[in-house]
């Protein structure tokens, strides 16, 4: 298992610019996460999702979106980089209930660091 | 909405001593999970260990224990016989039991280990 894996490592984009970040787990986990972490802080998260064709907004969406087709894939999308969004972006998922009876980690992947110039 | 703070930005200790993490949260759920992850430079995120609210008993994990004291909202890591390799940065995480919208963080203590 390759467990939850993210591309690019690394990325540079000009103000104004716009990108997919990828994101895949080999888990069949249902719960997928994109999170990001600015300079001297802990994550925060931006979106998440349930399940196939189910996103939902965490606590900083502003300035992108997500879509989950598969089970397997959940993008991250960039439009109109800002400077504001430069920083570290991680994927994570987790498999877990309905009923929340039992809670199971969440697998992070190595993480993108983006640059907005 | 829930918080999580970490009051200490940064710690040291000698190799082979013991240290304690600090960490807070506050929340109006009584059931919930709250998680120590590390992050090594290499930036991964590594789980070091769970306790479950409902649980009396503190989680262990190796040369890793927490004092949970839900009362006070309180979650102290505590890390016997610090190694080299122990040196990161440590979060404090919270979920709900249930939520399905992700782990909310602390800012982080950094841990030093001085051989």
């Known amino acids: 298992n390759a467990g939850v894996t993210q591309t690019p490592k690394f990325r540079i984009l000009k103000i104004g610019q716009s990108m997919t970040l990828q994101c895949t787990q080999d888990?069949?986990?249902?719960?997928m996460y994109w999170y990001r972490q600015d300079p001297g802080m802990g994550l925060k998260l931006i979106y998440y999702?349930?399940?196939?064709?189910?996103?939902d907004k965490g606590e900083v969406p502003n300035g992108y979106n997500v879509s989950r087709s598969t089970t397997e894939d959940f993008p991250l999308r960039l439009e109109l980089a800002a400077p504001s969004q430069t920083s570290v972006y991680f994927c994570?998922?987790?498999?877990?209930?309905?009923?929340?009876?039992?809670?199971?980690?969440?697998?992070f992947g190595p993480g993108t660091r983006l640059t907005v110039l | 909405a829930q918080t999580v703070t970490q009051s200490q930005p940064e710690m040291s200790v000698q190799e082979a001593e013991t240290v304690t993490l600090s960490c807070t949260y506050d929340?109006?759920?009584?059931?919930?999970?709250l998680f120590w992850y590390k992050q090594p430079p290499s930036r991964q995120m590594i789980l070091v260990i769970r306790?479950?609210?409902?649980?009396?008993q503190n989680a262990t994990e190796n040369r890793f224990s927490v004092n949970f004291q839900k009362a006070a909202k309180s979650f102290s890591l505590k890390i016997s016989d610090s190694q080299l390799g122990d040196a990161a940065m440590y979060f404090c995480a919270y979920i709900r039991r249930g939520g399905a919208d992700g782990l909310t963080f602390g800012k982080g203590t950094h841990l030093i280990i001085q051989p």
């Open positions: 999702s349930v399940g196939a064709g189910i996103t």
């Open positions: 888990m069949n986990h249902n719960y």
């Open positions: 306790q479950e609210a409902y649980k009396q």
């Open positions: 929340t109006s759920e009584s059931d919930y999970y």
């Open positions: 994570a998922s987790s498999y877990s209930t309905l009923a929340g009876n039992r809670y199971n980690e969440q697998f």
